[in-house]
């Protein structure tokens, strides 16, 4: 059409300059609607190559979250703070505020459960893109073996991660800087356990030369490692006077000097931990009282053995013994073909409890005393 616009304004008519001014008009217009579908299809295909990604990923993520907490309410699982339902928002603009070694713990567990599950998936062929990671492939690792096998892809799994979980935090401020550091180094303690698997080679067996490969561990090695790491979690002192509200440089600047002395696979935190030992609805802590706790079973750990005293008398509380019966599947038989029935038995179990100690008998012996002196 501009074309024909300007073939058509170079007559004789009187109107040809404004015939050429129109033209042009046309001709810009054309070119700002062509760049406009441009710019809108590059959009789209950008938005349906993230919408691809999460529908692929969002079900591997998912699990790996869902890993990540179980993995929480089994490492804590004695102790005071038991990975509860009310602190298990990662985001810190949708609730989670506080800063403590508990949710250090819990964005790097997370983390490290998306990672994890992602990689594995990708070991199991359940992505296109994704393969085994031979780029050491062939190359000498030690004495009397080379890498070569299927080493887990754990760069793509923690490339992905990034992208999901990292993407909670859009803040610039010392919480969010916290948050994905703990990301950070909830992926590092997943590389730190992996081990090197090896298949022999050679006549008759020798194992004359060995092939190597790194695969991921079981996730229980990855729990254990960050559980010690929060054990050792690290208190971080802001520069107050150089922090400022907002994203502004000396925000920035303090929190970059903070962490430049931190190790990336140290957990950190800001506050201190809360009493555990007492209820705090506002907090979303139930307090121990009424937590079950171990006492006198067989292949107990020491942490397991303490776990009463941890919740109970050092909480202010007692231990309530208590004959509760359970009902369980027994008996099974396999009938042909093909069902399994089972009969149902009844057990009465013991079990220990954290309960309020008696307050009567405190001012009953008090009034004893009393009487016995006015004798």
């Known amino acids: 059409q501009s074309v024909y616009c300007l073939v058509s304004s170079l007559g004789e008519s009187e109107d040809a300059i404004a015939s050429m001014g129109s033209c042009q008009l046309l001709t810009s217009l054309v070119l700002s609607m062509c760049c406009h579908v441009l710019s809108t299809t590059a959009w789209l295909i950008s938005a349906f190559l993230f919408l691809q990604a999460y529908l692929t990923y969002s ?20 102790d005071r703070w038991n990975c509860p339902e009310s602190e298990l928002q ?82 610039h401020d010392s919480r969010a800087a916290v948050n994905l550091h703990n990301n950070e180094a909830g992926r590092l303690a997943i590389k730190a356990t992996m081990k090197r698997s090896c298949k022999c080679h050679g ?39 150089r922090m400022r509200a907002g994203n502004s440089a000396d925000n920035r600047g303090a929190i970059a000097h903070t ?33 079950e706790c171990l006492q006198g079973g067989k292949n107990l750990s020491q942490w397991e053995k303490r776990s009463c005293r941890r919740l109970c008398h ?28 089972c009969e149902k038995c009844t057990q009465v179990v013991t079990k220990y409890f954290c309960t309020k100690k008696n307050k009567s008998s405190r001012p009953q012996s008090s009034r004893r005393r009393h009487r016995v002196r006015n004798r």
């Open 90 to 171: 990662l985001s810190t603009h949708k609730g989670l505020r506080s800063a403590t070694k508990e949710t250090a713990f819990l964005h790097a567990i997370s983390a490290a459960g998306v990672m994890y599950t992602l990689t594995k998936n990708c070991s199991m062929g359940d992505f296109d893109n994704c393969g085994c990671d031979d780029s050491k492939a062939g190359k000498m690792g030690g004495r009397g073996w080379i890498w070569g096998g299927c080493s887990d892809n754990v760069n793509f799994g923690e490339n992905i991660s990034k992208q999901f979980v990292d993407a909670l935090e859009n803040g």
């Open 203 to 241: 006549v008759s067996g020798s194992c004359s030369i060995q092939t190597c490969w790194m695969q991921l561990s079981d996730f229980r090695d990855v729990g254990n490692y960050l559980k010690i790491k929060y054990d050792h979690a690290q208190k971080l002192e802001m520069d107050k006077r």
């Open 314 to 341: 050092e909480c202010g509380l007692k231990v309530e013994e208590r004959r509760i019966e359970t009902v369980s599947s027994c008996n099974c038989k396999f009938h042909w073909c093909c069902t399994v029935k």
């Open 259 to 291: 962490f430049s002395s931190i190790a990336p696979a140290e957990l950190v935190h800001l506050e201190d931990s809360p009493n555990y030992c007492v209820r705090n609805l506002s907090l979303g802590l139930h307090g121990t009282e009424g937590r």
């Open 59 to 78: 079900s591997s993520v998912q699990a790996g979250a869902q890993r990540g907490i179980e993995e929480c309410k089994h490492q804590f699982a004695w």
